[in-house]
Antibody, heavy 122, light 109 residues
Framework: QVQLVESGGGVVQPGGSLRLSCVAS????????IHWVRQAPGKGLEWVAF????????YYADSVRDRFTISRDNSKNTVSLEMSSLRPEDTAVYFC???????????????WGQGTLVTVSS | EIVLTQSPGTLSLSPGERATLSCRASQSVTSNYLAWYQQKPGQAPRLLIH???TRAAGIPDRFSGSGSGTDFTLIISTLEPEDFAVYYC??????????FGQGTKVEIK
């Protein structure tokens, strides 16, 4: 069965950095794009970043562009989100999610991980 | 950026009743690339509907989606106790970014 497992969350001071990981299993990882989506406490869902199945194309939300970097290692079925210059407003649960169409960027998110909490606070 | 506006913010209903949730887009959604998700407290979102009207695998047929262009609807025909949750619409067409509505909470009356 499809599984996505996030890790790496924690408490970090404003201006600090953190690296999140998402390990996937149960599907052909090299065929699907992967997204990061976040949810601030008590708030709705916000798309953060996307990496294409082959890693050649990446997109970012304006709110994180130039601070966050998404990458993938297809040999390890892993997607990472490197976060720097963190702000209190980046505090959220971060989910990774699998694109629903093989080889296609524009897809719904058919499977989600359980999320990892990032807290930015002094 | 396509802005999705969901209404109502909260829907108070009893088990067995019908729920009608609305999602309106600020511009036409490409190819009706509109999905609906259900989220319960402390859990990840769960895909219900994609392509505006196609149920995801394993989703009961009491959930149905409809609409096109800028106006979309999710209907839960007969509410079961496990259906009380927050529902989000999501557009995954052009342009980037992918966007979500702010959510509709379906609560027990």
């Amino acid at each position: 069965q499809v599984q996505l497992v996030e890790s790496g969350g924690g408490v970090v001071q404003p201006g600090g950095s953190l690296r999140l990981s998402c390990v996937a299993s149960g599907f052909t990882f090299t065929n699907y794009g992967i997204h990061w989506v976040r949810q601030a406490p008590g708030k709705g869902l916000e798309w953060v970043a996307f990496v294409r199945f082959d890693g050649t194309t990446k997109y970012y939300a304006d709110s994180v562009r130039d601070r966050f970097t998404i990458s993938r290692d297809n040999s390890k079925n892993t997607v990472s989100l490197e976060m720097s210059s963190l702000r209190p407003e980046d505090t959220a649960v971060y989910f990774c999610a699998k694109g629903g169409f093989s080889g296609y960027d524009r897809a719904y998110f058919d499977y989600w991980g359980q999320g990892t909490l990032v807290t930015v606070s002094s | 950026e396509i802005v999705l506006t969901q209404s109502p913010g909260t829907l108070s209903l009893s088990p067995g009743e019908r729920a009608t949730l609305s999602c309106r887009a600020s511009q036409s959604v490409t190819s009706n690339y509109l999905a609906w998700y259900q989220q319960k407290p402390g859990q990840a979102p769960r895909l219900l509907i994609h392509g505006a009207s196609t149920r995801a695998a394993g989703i009961p047929d009491r959930f149905s989606g409809s609409g096109s262009g800028t106006d979309f609807t999710l209907i839960i025909s007969t509410l079961e106790p496990e259906d009380f949750a927050v529902y989000y619409c999501h557009q995954y067409g052009s342009p980037i970014p992918w966007t979500f509505g702010q959510g509709t909470k379906v609560e027990i009356k």
